[in-house]
């Protein structure tokens, strides 16, 4: 408990720190925490520190953590690849869901949502095989399809840099998916926004911030000893 604490509080100063070195307003970075590392007795711990964000990666432990912390007032995301069988389990408890990386997932989620979720389109900036998203020339096609479904509403892009990227390269990634994202947001397309990005974790937060992020998604940074 005192760890989780000290951890909540060294991170939270980290980030008004980063978000005051890149002279963005205090408020214009959102914390999540991500809980995927613990039980949701730990998690609920950490919640109790003053956290507001929560998120899992994975479908069954959103629902497990959901089911005992839903009382607790928390804004819900889901930030880990989702397959098109589990949607109908688990997107209508969702407040932002973080990985959408292709039109059929956002067709059945057209399909499964009982109202509008905020979704990040993934973006695959590095064109890394092993990662999801799409790549950055595909963004524009995606978007006059996913136009037909009123139930997404997508709120920005969504990004991870590769793990051995060294912090110039993760800068690069980051900064073209900004640009990107502004890009997208001056086409000014109904429910698609394009006004939040989500990227940096407990390694690279402050390269994000940096570099516009709005949502931070950060789990190991918490739970250190
Ligand atoms: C686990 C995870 C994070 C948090 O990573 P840490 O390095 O533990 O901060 C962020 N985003 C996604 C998609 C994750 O799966």
Redesign the pocket.
């Known amino acids: 408990m005192m760890t989780l604490k000290k951890n909540k509080e060294a991170v939270f100063e980290h980030v008004r720190q980063a978000t005051k070195a890149a002279h963005r307003p205090e408020d214009s970075v959102h914390i999540i925490a991500?809980t995927?590392y613990v039980d949701a007795q730990v998690a609920k711990e950490l919640c109790e520190t003053g956290i507001e964000h929560i998120a899992e990666?994975r479908v069954d432990k959103f629902l497990d953590k959901y089911q005992a912390l839903k009382k607790e007032n928390l804004t819900w995301h889901l930030?880990?690849t989702l397959q098109r069988r589990k949607v109908k389990d688990v997107i209508n408890y969702v407040d932002y869901f973080?990985a959408l990386d292709s039109v059929k997932l956002a067709a059945e989620i057209q399909k499964r949502a009982e109202h509008p979720i905020k979704c990040f389109l993934q973006v695959n900036i590095s064109e890394e095989e092993t990662k999801h998203g799409f790549k950055a020339n595909e963004v524009e096609a995606a978007l006059s399809e996913i136009a037909a479904f009123d139930k997404i509403e997508l709120v920005g892009l969504m990004t991870?840099a590769p793990l051995a990227a060294t912090k110039e390269e993760i800068a690069d990634i980051f900064n073209q998916t900004q640009e990107l994202n502004h890009h997208l947001h001056n086409l000014h397309l109904p429910h698609m926004p394009f006004t939040e990005l989500s990227m940096g974790?407990?390694?690279d937060y402050d390269i994000a911030i940096q570099n516009g992020a709005t949502f931070v998604?950060?789990?190991?940074?918490f739970f250190e000893e």
């Open positions: 991500v995927k990666n930030i880990g973080h991870m974790m407990s390694g998604r950060i789990g190991s940074a």
